[in-house]
């Protein structure tokens, strides 16, 4: 059987905790920074806190994205992912889809549930 030991896992995982300090709803999924940051854009939150790594709960390391009460619409359109990003280094490090996608006005807020990116042990 393959194994992974949690430290490579981990320093992976972590940076997400450690760099990325910006979260932000788009309109479609961003391949790049400015995609994320500009392009698709359509509201973001700088209330980000991830948690350090931690046992996933179907095998291998997770980090946690704690939920999102703070973010501002910037643009009008159906948000339908989003992505973290480090903006110190114009990284995206992260997308995916949302739960569902939603109609947004820009002036408005927005909310986001939290969420868990993790790295499956190997098969």
């Known amino acids: ?9 981990d320093n992976g995982l972590s940076i997400l905790d450690t760099e990325a300090n910006k979260i932000v709803i788009t309109s479609q999924e ?8 500009a392009t698709y854009a359509l509201g973001n939150s700088t209330s980000l ?3 350090a790594p931690s046992d996933r709960g179907a095998g ?32 995206l490090l992260a997308t995916s889809t949302l739960t569902a996608s939603q109609a947004v006005t820009s002036g ?11 790295i499956p042990d190997p098969a």
Request: proline content about 0%; hydrophobic content about 35%.
């Open 1 to 9: 059987m393959a194994t992974i030991n949690d430290r490579v896992f």
């Open 108 to 118: 408005n807020t927005f909310t986001l549930s939290s969420v868990s990116i993790g």
């Open 30 to 37: 961003a391949t790049t920074y400015t995609e994320a940051n």
């Open 49 to 51: 806190s991830i948690a």
């Open 60 to 91: 291998g390391r997770e980090v946690v994205v704690s939920a999102i009460t703070d973010g501002s619409v910037t643009g009008t359109g159906t948000a339908t992912h989003y992505a973290i990003i480090d903006t110190t280094n114009s990284r």
